[in-house]
């Protein structure tokens, strides 16, 4: 229909399910991992006077606040868009799908401020993330509506194309796996990887990328 839904990939890593009702199995989650949704995953970000100093997948453990979504699925098959990105396959050897397409900062420690009942407070997770994206989403379409009287439609192979190499910061350290059963399933890499996808947008070069 050309309309980019962001979603958001999960906040209890590639478990995807919280540790009480875990079945011991990597999952992805739905809708997520649908090839028309875009995926939003999840990172820690360290920021000093307005300049990053540093940015790793967000993983803060389950007695801590969990981590980023991701993984490969084993009902959708990989979307051509992902082709070119060496999506690995899934632990029961799958070739599906692969979560999260993009990150974005998420863990509730370094996360977003709010007001909530009149009282200030922090707020992480893939819920914000997904939000986050879709306002950066809606403002892109903004800017093309007005250049070309029509919106950038759905983005997700656009983000896989050569062209969009240099729009991301490559997220290479850390890794998603919450629970110690899965230590070592997913970690991050150069590219694209099940932990925070291509990586976490430029704003600015997204919206020149999306509006040629």
Known sequence: MGVTVCIASGDNGSADMEQRDWDGKPHVDFPASSPFALGCGGTTLQATSGHI?????WNNGPATGG?????????FPL?????SSMVAKSPTGSAGRGVPDLAANADPDTG??????GSGTIVGGTSAVAPLVAGLIACINEAATKKFGKTVGFINPLIYAAASRNIF????????????DLRGLYTAGPGWDSCSGQ????????????NQ
């Open 53 to 57: 100093t540093g940015e790793v997948v």
């Open 67 to 75: 981590g980023g979504g991701g993984g490969v699925s084993v009902y």
């Open 79 to 83: 979307p051509p868009y992902q082709s």
């Open 112 to 117: 977003y401020q709010i007001i909530l009942d």
């Open 169 to 180: 910061r490559d997220i290479t350290d850390g890794n998603n796996d919450v629970y110690a």
């Open 199 to 210: 990586g976490v947008p430029d704003g600015a070069a997204l919206l020149q990328l999306l």
